[in-house]
C-alpha cells in the first residue's frame, strides 16, 4: 500500500473532534473559550495543557508540547503516523484513500471491514436518536448515566420501530456486510431491527473499534429479555470480550496496581471509571472463566 493521500488525512482530522479524542485520555475541565487538563506528557499539579477546539491543536505552556489530534495520539500511545491516523480512522468511520491508486474500493474492502463501518453509522444512529428521546435520556439520567456519562460511553438509543435502521442500512450497505453486523436480521417476510425500544451501549475491541451492542431494555413491563447482546458474528465474539477493555490501555489503576476490576455488566463499569476505578471491565453475558 503507498503513502496515504492528504485528502483522508484531512478527513481523519476532521471527523475527530480533538476535545472528544484528548478527553477520553485525559479530562478536560473548559475554561472560557478552552479546555484544561493537567499535561499528560510532564509532570504538573496545575493545569498548562490547553485544547482549543476552534484550532483543533493542543498546546501544553509548561513543556511546549503543541499538535493536532493525530499528534496527540501519536505522542500519547507512542506511535508512529501511520499507525495513530488508522486509528483516528476507525474512531471517525473514514475509508483511507492512498496515493497512486484510491487503495481498496468500497466493494473490495472485506465484508470486516465494511461490517466496522456499519457499526460506526449504527453508533451515529443510536446517538442521533438518543439526543431526540425523551423517555431514553430521562432513564438514563435517573440511573445516573446521562449527559456527560451518556456522551463519554457513547450510549444511545434503538427506537421500538421494526424496520427503520434495516430500510436506512440497506440503502448504504450490501445484504452480507448487514448480516455480518447482527444488527438487522431477515426472516421469511423481510427485514428487521434486532434492537427496539432499548438503550444502547457500544462495545469495543482492545483498538476501541465497536464491534458489538449491549442493549438494555426501557419499558420495565415489557416481557422481553432485559439486556441482550449483539449476537456471535463475524465481529462480536462474547467470550473473547470484555466491555471496557478498551479503555486499559490507558489505565492509571492498571498500571498502578496491575489488576483489572471486573464488574457485573456494562452500568457497572460505567459507574466504577466515573468513580475514578478506571480499571473497571465486565464480561458480556458469559459465566466467568
Ligand atoms: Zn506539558
Known amino acids: 500500500m503507498g503513502r496515504v493521500a492528504r485528502e483522508s488525512i484531512e478527513e481523519v482530522r476532521r471527523a475527530n473532534d480533538i476535545v472528544d479524542v484528548v478527553n477520553a485520555y485525559v479530562p478536560l475541565q473548559k475554561r472560557g473559550s478552552q479546555f484544561w487538563a493537567n499535561c499528560p506528557f510532564h509532570d504538573e499539579k496545575t493545569p498548562s495543557f490547553t485544547v482549543s477546539p476552534q484550532r483543533q491543536t493542543f498546546k501544553c505552556f509548561g513543556c511546549g508540547a503543541y499538535g493536532n489530534v493525530i499528534d496527540f495520539v501519536m505522542e500519547y500511545e507512542k506511535l508512529d503516523f501511520r499507525e495513530a491516523l ?7 468511520g ?9 487503495g481498496p474500493s468500497r466493494e473490495e474492502r472485506s465484508t470486516r471491514a465494511k461490517a466496522l463501518d456499519m457499526m460506526e453509522w449504527a453508533q451515529r444512529g443510536f446517538t ?13 439520567e ?9 456522551e463519554r460511553w457513547g450510549l444511545g438509543y434503538a427506537p421500538d420501530e421494526f424496520h427503520r435502521q434495516s ?10 456486510t448487514i448480516l455480518a453486523t447482527g444488527l438487522c436480521k431477515k426472516n421469511e417476510r423481510g427485514w428487521y431491527d434486532f434492537f427496539r425500544g432499548r438503550v444502547t451501549f457500544p462495545i469495543r475491541d482492545p483498538r476501541g473499534r465497536i464491534v458489538g451492542f449491549g442493549a438494555r431494555l426501557l419499558d420495565p413491563e415489557a416481557k422481553a429479555q432485559k439486556y441482550v447482546n449483539s449476537a456471535e458474528g463475524l465481529l462480536f465474539h462474547k467470550s473473547k470480550l ?7 490501555a490507558q489505565s492509571q489503576r492498571l498500571k498502578e496496581t496491575g489488576r483489572v ?19 473497571a471491565v465486565a464480561p458480556l453475558g458469559t459465566a466467568l472463566t
Do not use: P
Not at 488508522?86 to 471517525?92: N, P, Q, T, W, Y
Not at 436518536?129 to 431514553?136: I, K, M, P, S, V
Not at 430500510?167 to 452480507?176: G, H, I, L, T, Y
Open 86 to 92: 488508522e486509528k483516528l480512522a476507525d474512531r471517525g
Open 94 to 102: 473514514v475509508a483511507l484513500a492512498f496515493e497512486g491508486g484510491r
Open 128 to 140: 442521533a436518536n438518543l439526543a431526540r428521546n425523551d423517555d431514553a435520556r430521562a432513564y438514563l
Open 142 to 150: 435517573a440511573r445516573g448515566l446521562g449527559g456527560e456519562v451518556a
Open 167 to 176: 430500510d436506512a442500512a440497506r440503502k448504504q450497505f450490501d445484504e452480507e
Open 242 to 248: 470484555l466491555y471496557g477493555v478498551d479503555k486499559l
Open 261 to 279: 476490576l471486573l464488574m457485573e455488566g456494562y452500568t457497572d463499569v460505567i459507574a466504577a471509571h466515573e468513580a475514578g476505578f478506571d480499571n
